[in-house]
């Protein structure tokens, strides 16, 4: 199961307190209590692993390390380490008590989320002319602590979306190596699938409803997964009642989404060709009126002109010259 959208309590480390000592070397006198160390910070950083985020599934709390004690003899405390939270780039962080957000984007990118408390003095650090032998002392900071949400909204180069059943994850597993669950009943992707064909990555987002904008079926949890893509991939099946209604049940449901996916550059494929008699198809194609073309994953030409729309949407990744 693919854990997108998560609400966890975050806490960074308090600061250790300062020590109350005093010299213990012969000849030597005076206030010899050292600070504490700092807490520990609370990070997240971007992964290429999109399932990372379950392991919040069940564990809804992380806590940074507290800084240690200072001690005498002017031995500081150590700080603590920074807890690291690793997070699938993509995946937009919200604080929910100050509501801020930002979000995850490139490999490798740390942000401090939680900000550990700052440490505490020792006596050492309250001697004055005045006061030559205090016994002042600092408790540590406290670590800052907050409920966080992480929702990831992943982004892929090519979305394949349709209605539930039109052959979208037979076509990712035929292009690529994802062998994600097919059969022959609706909703069989409940998650988001991803491929890699050469340099793009391809998602097949479960299949939409209508309905779906307002939380139907498999709901917007999955609406959200296409806002990233850059195109789309609308499949229809060949066997369906009516074809130009599936197609435009699932546009309606962008729509009310959000309109600027219609504005997505769109390929329009006709699934299951093989099912169905020629005509059918010439038949659909003209009611649709719009370019379509119709594939089927048991025909080698059919995979072969997908390739090719794919090669040229790698050709136009490249950097221009």
């Known amino acids: ?25 012969m000849m030597s006198l005076g206030p010899a209590g050292a600070k504490g160390g700092k807490g520990g910070d609370v990070c997240v950083k971007g992964v290429s692993d999109l399932s990372v985020l379950n392991r919040f599934r069940f564990k809804k709390e992380a806590v ?12 500081d405390g150590k700080d603590a380490e920074d807890l690291i939270l690793l997070v699938p780039t993509g995946t937009v962080v919200s604080n929910l ?3 801020k957000t930002f979000e995850i984007t490139k490999i490798g990118e740390v942000v401090t989320i939680a900000k550990g408390g700052k440490e505490g003095r020792g006596n050492f650090h309250f001697r004055s ?3 030559t032998s205090p016994k002042e002392f600092e408790y540590g ?6 409920e966080i949400r992480l929702e990831l909204k992943m982004i892929a180069d090519v979305g394949f979306i349709g209605l539930p059943n039109v052959g979208k994850t037979s076509l990712l597993n035929e292009l690529t190596n994802a062998n994600s669950k097919v059969a022959n009943y609706s ?25 779906a904008s ?22 229809i099946s060949a066997e369906s009642a009516d074809p130009v209604l599936d197609y435009k049940t699932v546009r309606k449901e962008l729509e009310e989404y959000n309109k600027l996916l219609l504005d997505k550059k769109e390929y329009i494929f006709i ?14 194609k003209n009611k649709l009126k719009k370019e379509a073309t119709p594939i089927s994953i048991l025909d080698p030409n059919s995979i072969g002109v997908v390739k090719k729309i794919l090669n040229g949407l790698i050709l136009e990744k490249l950097p221009k010259n």
């Open 214 to 235: 307002k939380g139907k079926g498999l709901g917007f949890k999955f609406l959200k997964h296409i806002e990233r893509t850059n195109i789309l991939f609308h499949f």
């Open 271 to 284: 699934t299951k060709k093989d099912m169905v008699p020629t005509e059918t198809i010439t038949k659909i």
């Open 1 to 25: 199961m693919l854990i997108d959208d998560v609400t966890i309590k975050v806490k960074a480390g308090d600061g250790g307190k300062g020590a109350v000592a005093f010299n213990k070397n």
């Open 141 to 146: 900071k406290l670590g800052q602590a907050f």
């Open 64 to 75: 940074a390390q507290n800084g240690e004690n200072g001690r005498s003899q002017f031995l």
């Open 129 to 131: 002319s005045t006061n």
């Open 97 to 99: 008590k100050t509501k």
């Open 187 to 211: 909703f069989t992707t409940l998650e988001p699938n991803l491929g890699t064909y050469y340099e793009l990555i391809l998602a097949d987002i479960p299949g939409l409803i209508e309905g």
